[in-house]
Structures are given as structure tokens and as C-alpha cells.
T-cell receptor, first 117, second 110 residues
């Protein structure tokens, strides 16, 4: 079974702190994704990566950065946390990238509920 | 901006009935479609994927795809209270990411 793990289920930080959210997958997947999910707004893509040291901006990258130094690990960084970054953060991984017409399933981690005070 | 639209619900059905969940998408070139189920406080889990026009059945679940109408649906037969959740429709974007609808909340009443 595919397993995607995230470093924390719940996290509380102060405004202005630097926050690291870690995601690890054990299936040798090429692609990894970071989403945030907010009531009424659904899942929104922050950043994704299709290879080590590669990154692409999603729909809402402002205020975030990412790091992918190893294939199995994808980190989301909030350089200076703000209250509007309070959200559920979901990491996902998949094994194909832009193969013509078809893509493999994205598997999600359990999520990190981040509260910024 | 490519979009995926779903009715937010809540959709309420009695136990044993058929639940019908619908989704439309804007990108006519989309090839891959997914239905995820998300229980409250949990992360999404895949129910079905569908790539070709027509129906695809898996147990009590049937996904239907009509690319000409840019429409994908999910039918749940013999609905159970344990099916109560939010159902997310997702369509593959041009960069390999998934574009999600906002989800339809389903409530199955005993």
C-alpha cells in the first residue's frame, strides 16, 4: 500500500514564525504536491514537484516555498506565518507525470491542521 | 482558469437508495477524472478513476463519463450511512496536477 506521511497532525504557531511542514512517501513516486483546504474554497494547489530539486508554482504560491532534496521528501515552508495561513495542509504523491492522456492516482497524507495565532 | 463544478449539497438520501453526484468541467481536453471521498477531519481517499466515455463499475459505485458534455458523475447504489461524506470530483490539469471541485456533501439517513 502507498503510504504518505506528514510530520504533524496539528500545529499551532505564532504570527511571524517560520514553519516547516514535512511530507514523506514510500512508493518511489516522482510527483509530489502540496494543497491547502479551506471551507467553501475546496482544495487549492500551492506547489508541486515532479523530480528532485524541481518545483512548480500552483494556484496560490504566495507566502510559501518548498524544498525537495530527496525523492521521497517534500517540504512546505511558511517563511513568516500569518493568520490567513491557518488551514488544513494536505500533501499528495503520484507516480506519473504528463504521460499522454493519463495520470496515475494521487495519494494523500493525513493532513496537518495548522493554526497561526 | 480551468474549473470543476459540483453542487455543494447537502444531498440527503435514505438508506438503500441510489445517490447521484454530478460534476462538470471546463477543459475539453481533459483525459483523466477521479472521484475522492473525504470524511470530516480526514484526507481524501480515491474511490474511482475513469478515462473513457461510458460507465465504470466497482462494487456499489459507478462512475459515468461523457466527454462531449464535459460531465462526470458518480452513482452509489444501496447507500449506507457510512457513505455519508463529502465527495470530491477531480480532473487532471495540463501540468499533471489535479483540479478539484469544492465537493458535494452526502448524507445517508438510516
Amino acid at each position: 500500500d502507498v503510504k504518505v506521511t506528514q510530520s504533524s497532525r496539528y500545529l499551532v504557531k505564532r504570527t511571524g514564525e517560520k514553519v516547516f511542514l514535512e511530507c514523506v512517501q514510500d512508493m518511489d513516486h516522482e510527483n509530489m504536491f502540496w494543497y491547502r483546504q479551506d471551507p467553501g474554497l475546496g482544495l487549492r494547489l500551492i506547489y508541486f514537484s515532479y523530480d528532485v530539486k524541481m518545483k512548480e508554482k500552483g494556484d496560490i504560491p504566495e507566502g510559501y516555498s518548498v524544498s525537495r532534496e530527496k525523492k521521497e521528501r517534500f517540504s512546505l515552508i511558511l517563511e513568516s506565518a500569518s493568520t490567513n495561513q491557518t488551514s488544513m495542509y494536505l500533501c499528495a504523491s503520484s507516480s506519473e507525470f504528463m504521460k499522454t492522456g493519463y495520470t496515475d492516482t494521487q495519494y494523500f497524507g493525513p493532513g496537518t491542521r495548522l493554526t497561526v495565532l | 482558469q480551468k474549473e470543476v463544478e459540483q453542487n455543494s449539497g447537502p444531498l440527503s438520501v435514505p438508506e438503500g437508495a441510489i445517490a447521484s453526484l454530478n460534476c462538470t468541467y471546463s477543459d475539453r481536453g481533459s483525459q483523466s477524472f477521479f472521484w475522492y471521498r473525504q470524511y470530516s477531519g480526514k484526507s481524501p481517499e480515491l474511490i474511482m478513476s475513469i478515462y473513457s466515455n461510458g460507465d465504470k463499475e466497482d462494487g456499489r459505485f459507478t462512475a459515468q463519463l461523457n466527454k462531449a458534455s464535459q460531465y462526470v458523475s458518480l452513482l452509489i447504489r444501496d447507500s449506507q450511512p457510512s457513505d455519508s461524506a463529502t465527495y470530491l470530483c477531480a480532473v487532471k490539469g495540463s501540468q499533471g496536477n489535479l483540479i478539484f471541485g469544492k465537493g458535494t456533501k452526502l448524507s445517508v439517513k438510516p
